[in-house]
């Protein structure tokens, strides 16, 4: 199936999650090409699998915009819509969730592509100069794993939402040069970020609206970041 899709049984339903893509806007847009197996094609193989095992649910989860600015974006568009289709034409239940900046306990820190909570943190600890990209004033919706996990759950046990699209992340935004403030504030420290040129696809503005989330997962808060 490509990318590890997850496959379960639940009170007598089964069902599939799939989480797994090139997450790399800078190496996509680097390179000048479609990460088409990996984003496009294995997620229609897991849709299409679904669909010729009876398979009841499939949950997409994703983080994508409706107007893309980098090929990344347009691959996720793309699963996202295949996701709606095969709802309509084969009743496959389908549920798309658009993670925002997802960050948490254990997570990796060793690419350059990596959370840039996890990195800065791992750059605080060792008394490390985080880089940042652009100016700082971008900002982000970060949220935390356990919501993640939650969303899941909610979205795999709620009727009456094949079809349909979440956003996941608590409407809250952080800028870059705040959250060096954050750490400086939490390790005692007084670290001064290196700035650096903007990188090409990075958005300067990136915030959840969970209205949605809200009303039809009945999701009613979220951690605190």
Same mark, same amino acid.
């Given at each position: 199936?490509?990318?590890?899709?997850?496959?379960? %049984?639940?009170?007598?339903?089964?069902?599939?999650?799939?989480?797994?893509?090139?997450? %790399?806007?800078?190496?996509?847009?680097?390179?000048?090409?479609?990460?088409?197996?990996?984003?496009?094609?294995?997620?229609?193989?897991?849709?299409?699998?679904?669909?010729?095992?009876?398979?009841?649910?499939?949950?997409?989860?994703?983080?994508?915009?409706?107007?893309?600015?980098?090929?990344?974006?347009?691959?996720?568009?793309?699963? $996202?819509?295949?996701?709606?289709?095969?709802?309509?034409?084969?009743?496959?239940?389908?549920? %798309?969730?658009?993670?925002?900046?997802?960050?948490?306990?254990?997570?990796? +820190?060793?690419?350059?592509?990596?959370?840039?909570?996890?990195?800065?943190?791992?750059?605080?600890?060792?008394?490390?100069?985080?880089?940042?990209?652009?100016?700082?004033?971008?900002?982000?919706?970060?949220?935390?794993?356990?919501?993640? +996990?939650? +969303?899941?759950?909610?979205?795999? =046990?709620?009727?009456?939402?094949?079809?349909?699209?979440?956003?996941?992340?608590?409407?809250?935004?952080?800028?870059?040069?705040?959250?060096?403030?954050?750490?400086?504030?939490?390790?005692?420290?007084?670290?001064?970020?290196?700035?650096? $040129?903007?990188? =090409?696809?990075?958005?300067?503005?990136?915030?959840?609206? =969970? %209205?949605?989330?809200?009303?039809?997962?009945?999701?009613?808060?979220?951690?605190?970041?």
């Amino acid at each position: 199936l490509g990318n590890i899709p997850m496959i379960k %049984s639940t009170k007598g339903k089964t069902r599939s999650t799939m989480v797994g893509n090139q997450n %790399s806007v800078k190496e996509i847009v680097k390179e000048d090409r479609f990460q088409t197996r990996m984003n496009h094609e294995d997620k229609l193989k897991l849709i299409k699998f679904c669909k010729d095992n009876n398979l009841s649910q499939t949950d997409f989860l994703i983080n994508s915009i409706i107007k893309p600015i980098s090929p990344y974006g347009y691959e996720k568009l793309i699963g $996202e819509q295949y996701m709606k289709l095969y709802s309509e034409l084969y009743g496959v239940e389908t549920v %798309s969730l658009r993670y925002f900046n997802v960050y948490g306990e254990r997570q990796s +820190a060793t690419s350059d592509y990596s959370g840039v909570i996890s990195i800065f943190e791992k750059k605080f600890k060792n008394d490390e100069i985080p880089n940042i990209y652009g100016d700082g004033e971008q900002y982000r919706d970060f949220v935390y794993v356990k919501d993640i +996990a939650k +969303a899941n759950i909610k979205a795999m =046990n709620t009727p009456n939402v094949s079809g349909e699209v979440f956003c996941v992340g608590t409407s809250k935004k952080v800028s870059i040069n705040n959250l060096v403030s954050v750490l400086n504030n939490k390790y005692s420290k007084n670290i001064k970020a290196n700035y650096l $040129e903007a990188r =090409n696809g990075d958005i300067k503005e990136s915030i959840c609206d =969970n %209205s949605k989330i809200k009303k039809f997962l009945e999701f009613k808060t979220f951690v605190k970041f």
